[in-house]
């Protein structure tokens, strides 16, 4: 079958329509030059975009999934749990996949050269979290509550706050690095990163849920959110 | 019923606490016989470089091969395939790879080899994805399917010139040069 190539039938992975934020949004001041004007080239999913990396569970180290547990002692802030499922639209779960995620401390300070705004860093937090899905697609981290934080986007600008996500899916099509936000955020209506998603439903779904059942008592609250990736489409495949 | 994708949104200014990892832009090891870099600039619309941009490639084994359980002709173990580079203060990029085999496009043509490459940074509120092709492979890029998709007086801008170490690709998010995106 090795070069049986006329018989290549892959699925379609289809772009969704008005889901993603677009590329010119003048709101948010920085994509004003970085987005293409010319128009995107259209050209077949092939077999390099239809397969992708799998980086799996050698590239995750044992506290990683852990943000409170990476440093001598613990990190000031509310400590919260953060879990879900990794998903392709059509409902299925995506198992081994590498989720990478990145936050600023509980004062809503990024640790990096570039964050300068007066609020602490904190010696016991770096926001770094990596893990893998397990069989049914599951995710969690522990970690602290990240602060919201401040820009210069337009006066008195401040970002909700939230938890950067980088995941990989199963191939190159559904490579996604988005964010997730905390339910009933007063920043919410301000914020032109979280509003360059046009359609209210596609926004809620960056909304994560709060979660008495998974709560800790004395130890933990629980934010619940589900991620879901671009999934083939519904036309059921030829099957011999 | 299909549920509600999750949307994209920018990496922000500060991914760097977060995804770059410090074999990312080794796709194969640095000891790998005939491996070279691929090195480039990113610009922005008025030709400044973009230090806060990140580039991730996927691509093939030397053979046209991915190890991935789709791929049809049945998965090669042992090829990364991927690299990720996030662009330094001066906004230049670098993978250390190999010349990808000829992989096939969906009528059993081949294509010529290529990287998918995906760019990010602050300002880009989603990804934006393009190729990297090989400007010593005239003849195969010649007969590509996917470049002959491209305006011709745009194809150059997908194309890596040879170098001393390797390749080379500046990368125009915008601006006179804008790279060719393509709608994956």
């Known amino acids: 079958m090795t070069d049986a190539l006329e018989h290549l039938v892959l699925p379609r992975y289809p772009r969704p329509e008005g889901l993603h934020p677009p590329l010119d949004y003048p709101d948010y001041r920085s994509t004003a030059l970085r987005h293409p004007k010319q128009p995107l080239i259209e050209v077949p999913q092939t077999l390099s975009e239809l397969t992708g990396p799998l980086l799996g569970h050698d590239r995750v180290g044992e506290l990683d999934h852990d943000l409170t547990r990476q440093h001598p002692e613990e990190p000031q802030g509310q400590r919260i749990i953060v879990y879900g499922k990794v998903l392709e639209s059509g409902g299925r779960p995506v198992p081994d996949t590498l989720v990478e995620i990145w936050q600023a401390n509980a004062g809503g300070r990024y640790r990096h050269q570039g964050d300068q705004h007066p609020s602490p860093l904190d010696p016991n937090f770096t926001g770094l979290g990596r893990c893998v899905t397990d069989r049914e697609g599951n995710y969690k981290f522990i970690t602290i509550q990240p602060g919201a934080y401040p820009w210069g986007n337009h006066p008195n600008a401040w970002r909700p706050a939230h938890i950067h996500f980088s995941l990989f899916g199963r191939q190159f099509t559904q490579r996604l690095v988005t964010q997730m936000y905390f339910p009933g955020d007063p920043l919410f209506p301000f914020d032109p990163i979280f509003n360059s998603v046009r359609d209210p439903k596609a926004r809620e779904r960056m909304i994560s849920r709060f979660d008495l059942d998974t709560t800790v008592p004395d130890w933990a609250l629980a934010f619940q959110w589900d991620i879901v990736l671009r999934g083939p489409d519904e036309t059921p495949p030829d099957v011999d | ?184």
């Open chain 2, 1 to 184: 019923m299909a549920l509600i994708q999750t949307p994209s949104q920018t990496v922000g200014p500060y991914f760097a606490i977060g995804l770059p990892w410090e074999d990312g832009p080794d796709v194969v090891p640095p000891s790998t016989p005939g491996s070279f870099w691929i090195r480039g600039t990113v610009f922005d619309g008025m030709g400044e470089a973009i230090p806060d941009a990140l580039i991730e490639t996927w691509q093939a084994d030397p053979n046209g091969r991915f190890d991935h359980p789709d791929d049809p002709r049945g998965a090669v173990a042992g090829f990364r395939g991927f690299g990720r580079s996030a662009a330094d203060s001066q906004g230049l990029y670098g993978i250390r790879t190999v010349k990808p085999g000829p992989v096939p496009y969906n009528d059993g043509r081949l294509q010529a080899p290529h990287l998918v490459v995906s760019v990010f940074s602050r300002g880009l509120l989603d990804r934006v994805t393009t190729r990297i092709y090989f400007g010593d492979e005239e003849a195969a890029n010649a007969a590509d399917p996917v470049l002959a998709a491209v305006p011709a007086e745009r194809r150059d801008t997908l194309i890596a010139k040879p170098t001393a170490e390797g390749y080379h690709l500046d990368i125009y998010v915008q601006g006179p040069n804008e790279t060719v995106f393509f709608a994956v």
